[in-house]
């Protein structure tokens, strides 16, 4: 079955830097990746997705690549706010063929710091 | 409102007396999920139904059992809980294959003895 790894577990970044989280996967089928965030005591929520037949997207702050050669996707958020902090978890599906199965990888805490 | 509903929200039970954790969602959403999340292991998928009457096994789906007997809600059922099974659970909901976003439920906390 897929695997989704994930890193870095911890990242601790100042107000205004960068933060950029990578996961890779190993099923070359999987062809949908989503990114979720979880803030303290709440649900993970979607912030933003990316097809396997797009290299690139973008949403203001944050934006998602994709290298289907290497297996791995990576969230990148820029100007990072105290808000940004939370839980983050990337996943990998087959869609639609398989399109109930979900795997995430484990989490990225992120911490921003004032 | 749309959204998915879960109950209970907190729980604590013994080792081996059944319990059942219920989610509705109010969306029509073809796809609906349970996953649990534990510290460091990330959401893992338990079990998984693409509509009415059809589930297929996530991840981690022994000691789970699950139901689809109409579109709206899908009950997790723990037949004999073990200290193992304690957890923060989540049901989410998708609309189709095409529209993959999943809407979390708000999660229930569960604790074995």
């Known amino acids: 079955g897929e695997n989704v790894e994930q890193h870095p577990s911890t990242l601790s970044v100042q107000e205004g830097d960068s933060a950029v989280i990578k996961c890779t996967y190993s099923?070359?089928?999987?062809?949908?990746f989503p990114w979720y965030k979880q803030e303290l005591g709440k649900r993970p929520q979607l912030i933003i997705d990316?097809?396997?037949?797009?290299g690139e997207k973008k949403d203001q702050r944050i934006a998602v690549t994709l290298n289907k050669t290497a297996k791995h996707f990576s969230l990148h958020i820029t100007e990072t706010q105290p808000e940004d902090s939370a839980v983050y978890f990337c996943?990998?599906?087959?869609?639609?063929?398989?399109?109930?199965?979900?795997?995430f990888g484990d989490g990225t805490t992120l911490t921003v710091k004032p | 409102e749309a959204q998915v509903t879960q109950n209970p929200r907190y729980l604590i039970t013994v080792t081996g007396k059944k319990l059942t954790v219920t989610c509705s969602q109010n969306?029509?959403?073809?796809?609906m999920s349970w996953y649990r999340q534990d510290p460091g292991l990330g959401l893992r998928q338990i079990y998984y139904?693409?509509?009415?009457?059809?589930?297929d096994k996530g991840d981690v789906p022994e000691g789970y059992k699950v139901s689809r007997k109409e579109k709206r809600n899908f009950p997790l059922i723990l037949e004999s809980p073990s200290p193992n099974q304690t957890s923060l659970y989540f049901c989410?909901?998708?609309?189709?294959?095409?529209?993959?976003?999943?809407?979390f439920g708000p999660g229930t906390r569960l604790l074995v003895l």
């Open positions: 989410a909901s998708s609309l189709s294959s095409y529209q993959e976003t999943q809407y």
């Open positions: 099923d070359s089928a999987s062809n949908y």
């Open positions: 990316i097809r396997s037949n797009v």
């Open positions: 996943a990998a599906s087959i869609r639609p063929t398989n399109a109930g199965k979900s795997t």
């Open positions: 969306m029509n959403h073809e796809y």
């Open positions: 139904s693409m509509n009415v009457e059809v589930t």
